[in-house]
């Protein structure tokens, strides 16, 4: 097991001689077994009578906050290192929705009856800090073992909806097969509606954890279309699987297996070979992967098929099942990336409320195609700097490269995306690869040439910035001998 910090064993010393024990427990000991880092450290004190007893002593290592104290928790801050504190307790449930519990406190507890609330085998596991002792009532050291995630009890699991999106992001952050009774009880729920019931922000703090923190992002998804979620719940992106693709350009299969391919193939972009990210941003990293997710979202809407005999359909689930593959001669989905806006709008709604985050990730669905178009039309500099007034072309090329290598062509199975590379060199070239140009002219010039201010400002400004695109306007000297030899004054006096 991992060495613990130091402050933790005095404490634990210091509980012990008040005839208290100090038990390591949840995602920390999951953690430790399976080598991995530990970034938080959730303390459970048995044997003490009430919680003012557990401040008391704590106080003397940092300061305590009581913000958790209804639940029996207690923070410790110490330097730049916070822990969790709490009592054994119990929940019971008593209305509807993820916090509709009960919770009762007991420091007279077994860690057996405290373990019962837990959702799974592998986040019941404790370990005695003084004594190294691991207590493993229901078997998680066996289901790490082997690898698999295993709820505790039928009854106190469906208490709580939120633990099939847990097992969700659990199961593919840790490669763990989810277990049959687990998988059915979870498949339950989902039929009876029992996550009707969750707040969108608890959904989305899961989603953010699946997209975030698992390799491959592609296996949570996988359990969210068999358990029966993604019909119910986010059919945008339901409304991929099936959707035929020509296999010249996919012979991977649909729409729902690409997007999956091209969803893991930027979550390995996004990381170094030690897996730590490239980004640090987090909601950059969200937003990069949210628009892969949801790239090819026009594609349901636009698919049309057209058969050796001539005849055209458009794709349609219920009635293009019964056309044989074979037969296609030629399957489109032209103009799919616009089409694309609005259902990744209202899916993304359906997540999260923060506006200038999605109105952030409609641009690189709406322009995800750009990089290979350009590159194959050899597309000038002013297009370049024109596409950099509506996207980040940085951004953009990672999005269209885990596009293109979410396929098995050959071109893509070498791993090289030369129409992003070449993109990337022009747009430095141009230094719009982070953002579009700044104007070479604002209003103070217009002043500083003579002109008073009017609304005449606006269209003057704007005809130089499109000269400046086009690359007609290289300087500011260029641009304010066009503003005088266009003669603006006079455009004032006929104004």
């Not at 060495?3 to 920390?28: C, D, F, H, M, S």
């Not at 406190?105 to 959702?119: H, K």
């Not at 969700?168 to 019931?197: H, I, N, P, Y």
């Not at 104007?439 to 000269?467: C, H």
């Amino acid at each position: 097991m991992r060495t613990l910090p130091i402050l933790l064993i005095k404490i634990a010393k210091k509980l012990q001689e008040n005839n208290a024990r100090a038990v390591l427990v949840g995602g920390a000991v999951r953690d430790m077994v399976m080598g991995r880092e530990v970034k938080d450290y959730d303390i459970e004190v048995y044997g003490l009578e009430n919680l003012e007893q557990l401040e008391t002593i704590l106080s003397a290592f940092g300061r305590v906050n009581q913000v958790g104290k209804s639940f029996g928790v207690v923070k410790l801050k110490a330097g730049e290192e916070e822990y969790d504190f709490s009592f054994p307790r119990q929940e019971q449930k008593s209305g509807r929705g993820h916090r509709g519990f009960t919770v009762s406190v007991n420091g007279a507890l077994s860690f057996r009856e405290a373990a019962r609330r837990r959702d799974f085998t592998v986040n019941a596991i404790g370990y005695d800090i003084l004594s190294g002792e691991i207590l493993d009532p229901f078997g998680g050291l066996q289901d790490i073992r082997y690898k698999v995630l295993r709820h505790i009890e039928d009854e106190t699991f469906i208490e709580d909806p939120l633990r099939v999106y847990r097992a969700v992001q659990f199961a593919a952050r840790f490669g763990l097969e989810v277990a049959e009774g687990t998988a059915e009880l979870c498949k339950q729920m989902v039929r009876e509606g029992s996550l009707d019931e969750l707040p969108k922000e608890r959904v989305y703090e899961e989603w953010k954890k699946l997209l975030l923190k698992a390799p491959r992002p592609s296996a949570g998804f996988e359990l969210m279309r068999e358990w029966g979620i993604t019909v119910r719940y986010f059919p945008e992106l339901h409304a991929l699987i099936g959707v035929p693709q020509d296999p010249k350009w996919h012979p991977e299969g649909d729409v729902w297996v690409h997007t999956m391919l091209s969803l893991d193939s930027l979550s390995r972009e996004l990381r170094m070979e030690d897996g730590r990210w490239k980004m640090a941003n987090e909601k950059e990293r969200l937003k990069l992967l949210f628009a892969i997710l949801c790239h090819d979202f026009g594609k349901p809407l636009t698919t049309t098929i057209e058969l050796e005999n001539g005849e055209i359909y458009k794709w349609n689930s219920s009635q293009c099942l019964t056309l044989k593959t074979q037969c296609f001669a030629c399957i489109r989905a032209i103009n799919h990336e616009k089409a694309g806006i609005e259902p990744t709008r209202t899916f993304m709604y359906r997540l999260v409320n923060a506006h200038d985050f999605i109105e952030s990730i409609l641009p690189l669905v709406e322009h995800h195609l750009k990089p290979s178009q350009f590159y194959t039309q050899g597309a000038k500099a002013a297009a370049i700097r024109r596409l950099s007034l509506k996207v980040n072309i940085e951004e953009l090329v990672l999005v269209a490269k885990a596009d293109f290598l979410g396929r098995t062509t050959t071109e893509a199975q070498r791993g090289i995306y030369e129409a992003g590379e070449w993109l990337l060199e022009r747009a430095e070239q141009l230094h719009v690869k982070h953002r579009a140009p700044e104007p070479l002219l604002q209003g103070r010039d217009l002043i500083m040439l003579g002109l008073e201010p009017s609304p005449l400002f606006k269209t003057i400004l704007n005809e130089v910035y499109a000269l400046q695109l086009d690359g007609e306007v290289k300087t500011k000297e260029e641009a304010l001998a066009y503003v005088k030899k266009s003669s603006p004054k006079s455009r004032n006096r006929n104004s």
